[in-house]
């Protein structure tokens, strides 16, 4: 009887395992079908009047949204408005580097130009749970305030001070509050560590123009599950930089700044690296487990090569979960862009051996 109760016990088990693992992935592709992947254009940019903390003076920006309320007092950091945020930044060249955002809203707009300036870098630890040291008197702010007066303002050895109260800028916009970011098409390069530790972040969205990436650039980002090219996957991108610092689960869209709606959708799945000590004298052989390595070696000068990608199949359905195998074939059956027939038939095979696998009980 015992062990009769326990068949009964094992089979409920692995059938309420195969139901979940099913209702995973129809979540997992109705999730990527009612997507949003259009980027906010309503930002607008307002100067603000000086202020001075602790005796010293601020170069800073408000960003607010053009439906909100534009309501300001005299001192800037006395009241703020819905949908407002305070950024922190220092020229760069002929464009601005981006230092530190403040607002109230866990979805970031990076605004395309501050001060004239073009927004082309993301500075080191700029989005990390850990704060930056801020460079020293390179603050350089021209801003028009309340009375349109140009100013010019130098600062920045203050914010390092440990009292230094930043709670007047607003909330923090870093790894414990943010969830999506929206880089601008200008942005060209990532500092060391600027996404570190961002746990809450789902989504980020960029440009095509991204060319340098530092390191640690997305370490123990847990959450991070969508990544969006505003681009054509058929132009060079930075997403190969950018996918050798994503170890983990990821899906990739390609969506066209002409179009709301994506051009295509791949799924790249995670991959694991550990080094072997092979003798005495500590030399070290280099393991890797997991197509998505190689998968994320299919590009050709910053564009996705599609035969490559798909030529990972193979290998792919004996090392991969279900669960990957058909989140990669979904994706490239519903975006079939440049996919030939033999594959084609290949990931219709693996749906329906999945499917297969996972209906039946046993």
Not at 72 to 77: L, M, Q, Y
Not at 174 to 193: K, M, S, V
Not at 241 to 257: G, K, M, Q, Y
Not at 328 to 349: H, Q, T
Request: proline content about 4%.
């Amino acid at each position: 009887m015992r062990l009769y109760a326990g068949m009964i016990f094992q089979t409920y088990s692995r059938a309420c395992s195969k139901i979940r693992k099913l209702l995973e992935l129809q979540i997992y592709y109705n999730r990527i079908l009612t997507m949003d992947f259009t980027k906010n254009t309503n930002l607008s940019i307002e100067k603000i009047s000086e202020n001075k903390t602790s005796g010293t003076e601020l170069s800073v920006t408000k960003i607010y949204d053009s439906t909100a309320e534009k309501t300001f007092t005299n001192n800037a950091f006395s009241h703020f408005v819905t949908d407002t945020m305070t950024i922190l930044w220092e020229p760069a060249d002929s464009g601005c580097r981006l230092l530190r955002c403040f607002g109230n809203s866990p979805i970031l707009n990076v605004p395309d130009m501050i001060d004239g300036r073009t927004v082309s870098e993301m500075g080191a630890y700029c989005f990390s749970r850990s704060r930056p040291r801020f460079p020293e008197k390179i603050y350089k702010t021209i801003f028009i305030d309340i009375e349109n007066q140009e100013t010019t303002l130098e600062s920045g050895q203050a914010f390092n001070q440990k009292d230094f109260d930043f709670s007047a800028f607003g909330t923090e916009l870093d790894g414990t509050f943010l969830e999506e970011i929206t880089l601008p098409d200008c942005a060209t390069t990532l500092h060391n560590a600027a996404f570190y530790n961002c746990r809450k972040l789902k989504k980020l969205s960029v440009g095509t123009a991204i060319s340098g990436i530092g390191s640690d650039e997305f370490m123990n980002d847990s959450q991070l599950e969508h990544l969006i090219i505003r681009g054509k996957d058929s132009e060079a991108t930075g997403l190969p930089l950018i996918l050798e610092r994503i170890a983990e689960n990821i899906t990739v869209s390609f969506c066209p700044d002409s179009s709301s709606s994506p051009e295509s959708i791949v799924f790249f799945p995670e991959y694991y690296e550990w080094l072997d000590e092979i003798s005495p004298a500590h030399i070290f052989s280099r393991s890797i487990h997991g197509e998505g390595f190689r998968m994320r070696k299919s590009f050709e000068n910053g564009i996705l090569n599609y035969r490559k990608y798909d030529s990972c199949l193979e290998n792919a359905l004996t090392v991969e979960s279900p669960e990957s195998l058909c989140k990669i074939a979904l994706n490239r059956l519903r975006w079939p862009s440049r996919l030939e027939d033999i594959f084609r038939e290949k990931y219709e095979n693996v749906i329906k051996n999945i499917w297969a696998l996972l209906l039946p009980l046993p």
